[in-house]
C-alpha cells in the first residue's frame, strides 16, 4: 500500500528550540518526497523535495530507506516558521500520483 | 506569470446535484493535478491530466471525472454529489507530472 503518515497532529516548541516534524512512507517502488507548507491564509506551496538536497529556510530533511522515513528537521525554530506542514510522497505506478500525510500543524512559542 | 486561479471560491449543492469547478493553470505549465480536502486531513488525489489525457487516478468513483482543455485549463465534474464530497477542493499545476506542484486557493463545496 502507498501511505504516508505523519504521526503527530499538533506540536509546539518555543522560539529558538530545535524542531522535527516526522513523516513516515510506505510504497514499493523509488519513492521521491516532498514537504509542503500552508502559512497562515496563504496557499498549499512546496518547502523541499529530496532530489534536491537543499536546505530550504533553515530546514532540511533527509530520506532514510531504511527506516522509510522523511522527517523535516530545522536547528532553531522561528516564529514565522508556525504552519501545516505536509509530506508527500510520489508515487509512478500507472501514471503520477501524489499522496500527502495528515499533516503536522507547527506552532512556534515567543 | 499569472498564478493558479480556482472558480467558483464557494459554492452551495444539494445532495443528487452535479457540480463543475474549474481551474486555470499557471503560465507555461502543461500539468493539472485535482484534490479533495476534507476538514482536518490532508489531500487526498483524484487525478492528474498531462496534455489533456487523464496521466494518474486516485481512489475516487466514477462520478468524479475531469476535463483538460488545449489551453491546459482543467474542470473537474462531480455527479449525483452525497453529504461526504463536501470539502475543499484544490488543483495544482506543474510542468509535468513529477514537477513543483503550485497550488490554487480552493473551492470550498457544501452539499447539503
Known sequence: AQRV??????LSVFKGAPVELKCNYSYSGSPELFWYVQYSRQRLQLLLRHIS???IKGFTADLNKGETSFHLKKPFAQEED???YYCALLADTGGFKTIFGAGTRLFVKA | ETGVTQ????????????VTLRCSS???HNTVSWYQQALGQGPQFIFQYYREEENGRGNFPPRFSGLQFPNY???LNVNALELDDSALYLCASSR???NEQYFGPGTRLTVT
Open chain 1, 5 to 10: 503518515t505523519q504521526p503527530e497532529k499538533l
Open chain 1, 53 to 55: 538536497r537543499e536546505s
Open chain 1, 82 to 84: 508556525s504552519a501545516m
Open chain 2, 7 to 18: 472558480s467558483p471560491t464557494h459554492l452551495i449543492k444539494t445532495r443528487g446535484q452535479q
Open chain 2, 26 to 28: 499557471q503560465s507555461g
Open chain 2, 73 to 75: 485549463s482543467s474542470e
Open chain 2, 96 to 98: 509535468g507530472g513529477r
